[in-house]
């Protein structure tokens, strides 16, 4: 299914996404964290165009944190030149990279829409981009696709072992970000970890929110990367960082993991009234982006969390499929995920292993008080596969690499 070209992965269900939106009368908006692949998959796509037969003088293709492109910083520059060097009788594609860093693009983007030769592109690294005048001016008008780093799948497709387990212990240990099946040791996957994490901390909160107290905002991504999986509030991070010497208003606080949230490093997930169908307001859980990223934190010791790891992957690879994706309340108990599919739901508990029969039964507990009929699915790295009285017991692997469908 998947392809290597000079240690590049293809990202085949992104280009699929994209080429079916081709030539649509939308804007194609490639979100996700910095270096999780968006750039690679619009070089990508722009190969597949040419393949296809469009001529590559109708292709513009820029990236504005690209040294060669400053001028086009301006958008009123940058409208210019695309209109210049495009043609009105042909269908052109419009490539625009890190779009966030040009001032104004909201309205460069609104008016090039308005010339239907053009089929626009673009990508960015926080969710600015899609708030405030770009919502504005494009409402109804774009299509977001959300970029994550290479899917377990993915990831154990390019190195082709079929020691499933052993693969998915690297993988958890230095997460999926797409450069680093360029790189042979421990010592520089952390160090391309490192440079993820300072330049998403430092480009996209700390100089666009122009933080000073990066001590605390860093105190909290720790808490937040330590507590994957559990249920948080802005109250208990104060706390903790009260008790560790680092007091800090609520108010900065939650101003502080906003924008942890917007850089995409980190995902919130609100809690759900599985009873009432409806979302509750109190606590909600976060999940990382890519785990690697709490290895390089936290350091090695801290992947012994594997339940709650294993809870980030599934939850990743829920997102990837599309899932609107809510923590269950049921009364008194706790179901991992509510998967929303239109008007259904499907519940799912994740557990590192059930072969202990306390642990099968704590874990089937809250999917067997759920009375409506919707699925149930009980997901473990264990390679058994049960049925206890409609809920499904699955293999954790047979999910991520497709084996499994919901």
């Known amino acids: 299914m998947f392809k290597m070209s000079d240690k590049k992965i293809i990202r085949t269900n992104y280009l699929n996404e994209l080429s079916n939106y081709k030539d649509k009368d939308l804007i194609k908006v490639l979100t996700g964290i910095r270096r999780s692949g968006k750039s690679t998959i619009l070089e990508q796509y722009s190969d597949l165009l040419k393949k296809e037969g469009v001529n590559e003088k109708n292709i513009i293709y820029i990236n504005f944190e690209d040294n060669n492109y400053k001028e086009l910083l301006d958008s009123d520059k940058l409208h210019n030149y695309i209109l210049d060097n ?30 239907k030769y053009l089929d626009i592109y673009i990508t960015g690294s926080n969710s600015y981009m899609l ?7 494009l409402t109804g008008r774009y299509i977001e696709i959300h970029v994550l780093p290479l899917s377990f799948k993915e990831y154990l497709s390019y190195y082709g072992e079929s020691d499933e387990l052993k693969k998915y212990n690297d993988y958890i240990m230095y997460g999926g970000f797409p450069y680093l099946i360029n790189l042979d040791n421990d010592e520089e996957k952390i160090k391309y970890l490192d440079s993820i994490y300072n330049t998403v901390i430092v480009k996209d909160i700390i100089n666009r929110k122009k933080i000073k ?25 104060s706390n903790t960082l009260t008790s560790l010497g680092r007091s800090s208003s609520t108010h900065t606080i939650e101003e502080y993991v906003g924008a942890l949230l917007n850089s995409y490093i980190l995902y919130k ?94 874990e089937l ?42």
């Open 269 to 362: 997930v609100n809690r759900f009234d599985v009873k009432g169908k409806g979302l509750l307001k109190t606590q909600e859980k976060y999940y990382l982006s890519d785990l690697g990223l709490r290895t390089y934190l936290l350091g090695r010791n801290h992947n012994k969390d594997l339940g709650h790891i294993l809870e980030n992957i599934i939850f990743l690879e829920l997102k990837r499929k599309g899932y609107r994706v809510y923590v269950g309340k049921n009364e008194e108990k706790e179901v991992d995920f509510v998967v929303e599919t239109g008007d259904d739901y499907i519940y799912i508990q994740v557990s590192l292993s059930v072969r202990d029969e306390k642990t099968l039964e704590r």
């Open 86 to 115: 495009t043609d009105s009788k042909v269908k052109n594609y419009i490539f625009l990279d890190e779009i966030q860093n040009v001032p104004l693009f909201q309205k460069c983007i609104d008016s090039l829409y308005l010339r």
């Open 131 to 137: 708030s405030g005048e770009l919502a504005t001016y």
């Open 213 to 237: 107290d990066v001590l605390v905002l860093e105190s909290v991504c720790k808490f937040l990367f330590d507590n994957i999986g559990s249920l948080v509030s802005i109250n208990k991070i």
């Open 365 to 406: 507990k809250p999917l067997e008080t759920i009375q409506d009929h919707y699925k149930k699915y009980l997901i473990t790295l264990d390679y058994d596969t049960n049925n206890y009285n409609g809920i499904k017991q699955i293999s954790a692997m047979d999910f991520l690499l497709g084996r499994v469908e919901l």
